[in-house]
């Protein structure tokens, strides 16, 4: 018998086995075709996807309850009720982002699909044919982290969990010691160790020095060049006083406490070469920022001269400039500012490349990141395996006010929001009692008037 003859035989045999057993409907499935048997099939409720919820409107909100600038992104759908916050604090030209967002966004993204995030952010970014500028890059980051929080309300999850789950307890911190003396600096630290901080970043003055240099009295100033409002910054002084800075708060504080330093990139690169191989004895966590990105190029030298971790990153406005510097690893820490960069989405992208050349995240956090711009930066340090510490805020009252469920600090860590989105929402008509100034002072001169670049 032929194998086609016994395939036969054995379909008849079982087709009179099933009519025996009473399995009429056993014979008649047996036969089905195949757009027959998909017909009766049911789809369960958890494989069911979501009803689409499009865009309804993209709005700023901007208001400034603890001093600097914030701008902040609203995404309404056409589901009652349900919208996304995003941050798109560009805090030094805060108001020429809201008609980026309002005019130009707002047409740009009504009707389209909420869930579409990578689309939208591709689209987006390539809308005006020139590549974003800081300006186009905050409305960005706004609607992205907008758009994220919104799926995260549709999955009833925590952004975190949408971007794998949780990959630690809590976000470790950083917080900030100044003051105008070494010895002030150490107090400072030991009042922050004391509250459960382990990270402590050190600065005499502000960046550069500026502010604890007022023994000083600079030429430009006498000659009237520049504005009034100036700030002055000796190098030569500040490059003297970081590795005192270091020695008195390194013998106050001991060896389990880990400090920072941000150079703000105002000096010479061969002269912040030689001042972080100074600092080498003091075990610094990173210092951020020793050149500008005009001088990328200094980081191999760098590299080869001294063992202290580097980050960098946070005046970056394309995730490209990450590339090299990474794929060298010449730094250690990723400095994104992701109310700059565009968002939740590119910062992803640029962590999980740092991964393979364990460079780990250290996302810009300052007072002129909205307490929504922090939220994201924690949904991301929960969820990625080379996390590496997180620039801390602390909110006054006001802000807490005008942001609902701002997140909070506790023996050092952040605390990440359970709650579906980024955890967060705004109060407008308290945001409105603080409105934005068009004031910001980045202008730091040299002894001669010439200006430092940050």
Known sequence: MKNSEIQNENTRRNALKMLGLGSTAGIFGLFDSPQARAEKYVTPSYAKGMAPVTIKSVRAITTAPGGPNL???KVETSEPGLYGLGCATFTQRALVVVP??????NEFCVGKDVDNIEDMWQAAYVSSYWRNDPVLNNALSGLDQALWDIKGKRANMPVYQLLGGKARIAVDTYTHASGPTPEAIADKVQQFMEQGFRHIRIQQGGYGGVGAMAELK??????????ESDDFSDQRTYLKRVPKMFEVVRKRCGEDVELLHDMHELTEPMDAINMIKQLEEYRPFFIEDPFSPENMKWFKTLRQTTSVPIAMGELFNNTNEFKEPMVNQWFDYIRIHISQIGGITPAMKVARLGEWFNIRTAWHGPGDTSPVGHAANNSIDIAVWNFGIQESQMFNDRVKEVFPGCPTIKNGYYTVSESPGLGIDINEKEAAKYP???KSRWTVRKNDGTMLRP
């Not at 980026?100 to 966004?105: H, Q």
Request: charged letters at 15%; glycine letters at 14%; aromatic letters at 14%.
């Open 436 to 438: 934005i100034g068009t």
């Open 100 to 105: 980026a967002v309002n005019t130009y966004l």
């Open 71 to 73: 701008v902040i992104v």
């Open 218 to 227: 600079p030429d430009f100033k006498a000659a009237g060049f520049g504005k």
